[in-house]
């Protein structure tokens, strides 16, 4: 299994960013794909997910209405739309997969699969 994240980097305040994450090695479909964070010196943060098998989701407070998961299950990748960046937007994002349902990812479910990060600074 692998998952692979690209499209972080620098952006000021009030700018957008895309992610992607490319997953293979596993059934796209049975799996829920979730976005973490981690800023310097904080707790990693579950902040959206996205059901393989009916495409529901689920986004963290902090970033309501701000972000948006897809995915396109052709190319077996889940994408995370972020704009209105804002500084505390910072940190390295981690995309993971788990065959469990999207409900406990707001839970907080420990993830089996992980990708290696992206690093993303919003910039004041």
């Known amino acids: 299994v692998q998952l692979v994240e690209s499209g972080g980097g620098l952006v000021q305040a009030g700018g957008s960013l895309r992610l992607s994450c490319a997953v293979s090695?596993?059934?796209?479909?049975?799996?829920?794909i979730g976005w973490f964070r981690q800023a310097p010196g904080k707790e990693r943060e579950g902040i959206s997910a996205i059901s393989g098998s009916d495409g529901s989701t689920y986004y963290a407070s902090s970033v309501k209405g701000r972000f948006t998961i897809s995915s396109d299950s052709a190319k077996n990748t889940v994408y995370l739309q972020m704009n209105s960046l804002k500084p505390e937007d910072t940190g390295v994002y981690y995309c993971?997969?788990?065959?469990?349902?999207?409900?406990?990812?707001?839970?907080?479910?420990?993830?089996?699969?992980w990708g290696q990060g992206t690093q993303v600074t919003v910039s004041s």
């Open positions: 090695g596993l059934a796209f479909d049975d799996y829920t």
């Open positions: 993971a997969a788990d065959i469990s349902e999207i409900v406990y990812f707001a839970a907080g479910l420990e993830y089996d699969y």
